[in-house]
Each structure stands twice: as structure tokens, then as C-alpha cells.
T-cell receptor, first 110, second 116 residues
Framework: RKEVEQDPGPFNVPEGATVAFNCTYSNSASQSFFWYRQDCRKEPKLLMSVYSSGNEDGRFTAQLNRASQYISLLIRDSKLSDSATYLCVVNGGSGYALNFGKGTSLLVTP | GAGVSQSPSNKVTEKGKDVELRCDPISGHTALYWYRQSLGQGLEFLIYFQGNSAPDKSGLPSDRFSAERTGGSVSTLTIQRTQQEDSAVYLC??????????????FGEGSRLTVL
């Protein structure tokens, strides 16, 4: 089983739509969780950290369910500029590696 | 301020040659990571440095791969006797806070390696 699994998509949504991405992780000892964003042929950049109580940053909401080992990202009022690949990232528990999912591709259309 | 700098940005080499990839992390960042990303694939962890030591080398795919870091700053990833399957983008990232509960990773733009 892969460390971090995501639906690759692509998700094609119109501007203004709400879209949700999910991610599951295999290591129950993991302590740190993040969503990164990667534009085409660019390096990944941190979108937001994910906290146990859930957290919001503008139009973005992240949630963590430790019991189910599941992380989600909700994007409200999608913009054209949100088109990118969204990477779920989880630390490996006792190891030092941050494990990246393969990413979910989002395309927001006019 | 300066971000993470990687060189070369592009490298084309022949199978069997050795290559060196360089990473200059953000000044003061003690944690440094190397990842690689093959076409259409996710990021694959290679190695983690804390200062000059590498407590986690678990991702290095074979003994052809090695890395070092000097002065708690610049890191070099060396691939010996390159193979076509080594073709990928090699990404370096640094973080202010050391692992395992590291903070935000700041990535360089990557070194795109093509092995012919």
C-alpha cells in the first residue's frame, strides 16, 4: 500500500464551483499533514498545513480525520488561477521523509 | 531574499556517465531534502540532511546515488553510471525546522536530468 494515496482526477469544474479532494495515508504514527500546490512544470509550494481541528484559509478548508487516516481539501468559489495539481503530504511518523501523494489535477474553466 | 537555488537547471548526459547536481538552500535552513519527480509521477523522497549529516537515506534507489552536504549549506547529489531510468526532475527543498516534524518545505526549481 502506498504511503499517501489521492484520486489523480482530473477534476474539471466551472468558475465559482466548490470542489473537494481527498487523501488517505497509511502510517498511523504520522503527525504532520500538508497540502501543497504544483503548477505545470513548476516546483511545489505550500498551500496550507492541516491541523487536527480543521483549518480554513480564505476559500480553502482542510480537514483531518485521524481515525480514518483521511485528509480533505475543500475549495470554494473556484477561480481560474486555482488550476493546478494539489499534493497531499504526510510525514512518515518516525522517519524524516515527507511523503507526497501523486497529486490531484484541477482544471477550472470559464 | 534568495530562495533555494539548484544547478544545472537542465542536464543531458549519455548513459554510463556520472552527473552532479547542486543545491543551495535558503540561508540558515538546517533541514535539506532531495526528491525526484519522474514524468507524470509523484515526488519520490531520496535523502534528508540535518546540518551536514544524513539521518535518513532510505530513499536512495541504488548505490549509484550518493549525496553530501558541507558547511551546513550546499548539497551535491551525485549519480554514477547514469541509466535511462534516472531521467527525472531532481528537486531540492530546505526547511527552517528540522525533521521529523519539519515545517514548510521551500523547493528549488529543480534540475531536469535526461539520460540518453
Amino acid at each position: 500500500r502506498k504511503e499517501v494515496e489521492q484520486d489523480p482526477g482530473p477534476f474539471n469544474v466551472p468558475e465559482g464551483a466548490t470542489v473537494a479532494f481527498n487523501c488517505t495515508y497509511s502510517n498511523s504514527a504520522s503527525q504532520s499533514f500538508f497540502w501543497y500546490r504544483q503548477d505545470c512544470r513548476k516546483e511545489p509550494k505550500l498551500l496550507m498545513s492541516v491541523y487536527s481541528s480543521g483549518n480554513e484559509d480564505g476559500r480553502f478548508t482542510a480537514q483531518l480525520n485521524r481515525a480514518s487516516q483521511y485528509i480533505s481539501l475543500l475549495i470554494r468559489d473556484s477561480k481560474l488561477s486555482d488550476s493546478a495539481t494539489y499534493l497531499c503530504v504526510v510525514n512518515g511518523g518516525s522517519g524524516y521523509a515527507l511523503n507526497f501523494g501523486k497529486g490531484t489535477s484541477l482544471l477550472v474553466t470559464p | 531574499g534568495a530562495g533555494v537555488s539548484q544547478s544545472p537547471s537542465n542536464k543531458v548526459t549519455e548513459k554510463g556517465k556520472d552527473v552532479e547536481l547542486r543545491c543551495d538552500p535558503i540561508s540558515g535552513h538546517t533541514a535539506l531534502y532531495w526528491y525526484r519527480q519522474s514524468l507524470g509521477q509523484g515526488l519520490e523522497f531520496l535523502i534528508y540532511f540535518q546540518g551536514n549529516s544524513a539521518p535518513d537515506k532510505s530513499g536512495l534507489p541504488s548505490d549509484r546515488f550518493s549525496a553530501e552536504r558541507t558547511g551546513g549549506s550546499v548539497s551535491t547529489l551525485t549519480i554514477q553510471r547514469t541509466q535511462q531510468e534516472d531521467s527525472a526532475v531532481y528537486l531540492c527543498a530546505s526547511s527552517e525546522r528540522p525533521g521529523p516534524n519539519t515545517g514548510e518545505l521551500f523547493f528549488g526549481e529543480g534540475s531536469r536530468l535526461t539520460v540518453l
